[in-house]
């Protein structure tokens, strides 16, 4: 019996060749999976491209907002007919903490209880609190009387 019973004639030395060549194939194999995996997000949002109708022009007041769900049964979505005529939609999930916002017609403003996140209405962009991004807006198409929602801007 020996002290140190390691046969160093059976190791498997692992030579600078082929580790570089695990790193290049691992990373390699990384890289297809990474472009495949954005190609099919990129196809699933492309999907979610459905026209549907929302509501009539006249449903929805001056300075008023309607509640709507777009572009699945769970997103939650608002129209604003802004003072002045025109007809935006957001969605309502906040970009900090995904809370749902509201519109204030009082204050002209896209409002988050959760943490005081204020949304300017017009752009959607984030005037004050912890959101730093623009909520996601609804693409629209007026057609006759008939507001529908085609898209959304990520
Ligand atoms: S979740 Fe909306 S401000 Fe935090």
Request: one cysteine or more.
């Amino acid at each position: 019996m020996s002290e140190f019973p390691y046969h160093w004639d059976a190791d498997e030395l692992v030579s600078r060749r082929e580790l570089l060549q695990f790193a290049v194939y691992t990373s390699g194999t990384l890289f297809a999976a990474t472009t495949l995996l954005a190609l099919l997000g990129l196809i699933r949002s492309q999907e979610r491209h459905d026209v549907r109708p929302i509501a009539r022009v006249g449903e929805v007041p001056e300075g008023e907002a309607l509640y709507f769900r777009y572009p699945d049964p769970d997103d939650e979505a608002v129209l604003l007919h802004l003072p002045g005529g025109r007809f935006v939609a957001y969605s309502q999930k906040c970009t900090h903490l995904s809370c749902s916002v509201y519109y204030q017609p009082e204050h002209t403003r896209l409002f988050c209880p959760c943490h005081n996140g204020i949304f300017n209405p017009l752009t959607g962009d984030p005037v004050a609190g912890p959101p730093q991004r623009r909520l996601p807006q609804i693409i629209l198409r007026q057609e006759g009387d008939l507001l529908y929602a085609v898209g959304q801007v990520p």
